[in-house]
């Protein structure tokens, strides 16, 4: 990079945005500005990589929406985005590139080109092992131990596709150190007929090594033969894995992230799921979004738009959170996914050179798939004293055939957009909506590998945005240490009944758990 970007705060553009708000932004109403100025759905309008975007129905207009480019600008985003691509140390505090763009990158495409070599190898080797056992009949369960990025995409991954998932293996995921979840797993399987798929980054993570240890211990017990066979290692630290006792490993680098890693080695699970030629299809998704990320003008450029978008609730309308609402069954697992991408990733309060943000970073991000957050919480999106954007997520064509459904969900996803947007006259009343709330439409023509591999991309790039405009650096975790370090303490405290030196309320937590 060639200098050193300048902090949003401090660009011309911000005092702008700041100036525009208080005269008009803060007061825009979505309604009239749709009405009286034609050309609003095309300039809001989007198309990237299968995803097409409606980003009309938000609170800003033509004048801010410029002035959300120019702080872009004037903050290098452009510079820092190409030096990402490079392969540059972009994540300063850990001193490592930032590359999972180079997963999905096709042979010969620019860029590192070792580790571009190195990438194809593990993925030809990964997906011939994922179709010899698609092959294998004698597996049919199929178990992934892993925590947060080696977890969440794959198995977000694996639901949305399952259309195309083999038939004859079941998939499931354990995550959580909690041994209820292993447990309720395992009663249900045979040795012989499972495949264990241990996924760490770094292969020191408590509860995966605490679940790996439990299934091996299970998978002996239970007349288990052969742990070379019904066991695979998914990793960074392949002599770690070694150690533990799995030999087959497939690894990745320390430049692939873990909430960016489900397009590297921790994407097997998928990739037995849906078959080699279709994780190649999701790779071609992903990449077709990276290139429109790495070549589309900021003005068109989707991931970009989105970012300004957060930039501008979350910094000038002081919106905290923001609502996903999957209209799809199959992208259930989506919101749970993007809070780890999201707020793992953004969910920072100093800036690359750890001074404090004035500003606010990382919305809240949550959600259900429609139409079933529509009978929970949508009351409060409607009526609730706060303005919460939400984003819907629809698909144009069904995958099944039932009657009636696919048409009465879409008009569902319309409604709500359109009931958000307009409101509803009852002054005083209770029936009355304020309306004039923001959402977003995001449209698939139809959930396959390839436009889900670009959904997904969209929103990695947009969280990238969001961050290099925001100064801070989205690609490492150090709020995870903390607690994983008091874990250590209090572990055996809970066995010892030692509380010495703990504060009052965490001895006497302490001393009432032991009494169970
Ligand atoms: O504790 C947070 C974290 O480091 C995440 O960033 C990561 O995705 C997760 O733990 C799992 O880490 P690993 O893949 O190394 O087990």
Redesign the pocket.
Known sequence: MASTPRRCDATPAWQSLRQAFEAHGSSFDVRAALRDDPSRVERFTLDAGGVHADLSKNLVDAQVEDLLLQLARDCGLEAQRDAMFAGEKVNATEGRSVLHVLLRAPRGAKGPAAELAQVHGTLDAMLAYADSVRNDAAITDVVNI??????LGPQMATIALDEFAVPGKRFHFVSNIDGHELAAVLRHLEPQNTLFLV???????LE?MTNARSARQWFTANGGKDVARHFAAL?TNVAAAKEFGIDRTFGFWDWV???Y?MWSA?GLPIAIAIGADRFRDLLAGAHAMDEHFRMAPLERNLPVRLALLDIWYRDFHRFTSRSVAPYHSALRRLPAYLQ?LEM?SNGKRVDRDGREVPYGTSPVVWGEPGTNGQHAYFQMLHQGTDVIPVEFIAVRKAAHTLEGHHDQLLANVLAQAQALMQGKQDPGGHKHFPGNRPSTMLLLDRLDPRTFGALVAMYEHRVFTAGAIWGINSFD?WG??LG?VLAKDLAPRLATGDVAGLDASTAALVQHLRHR
């Open positions: 892993g925590i947060g990025g080696s977890d996924a760490s980054k770094t292969f020191t993570t995966t990793t992230g873990g909430r890693s921790i780890q793992e975790q995870v240490e994983k």
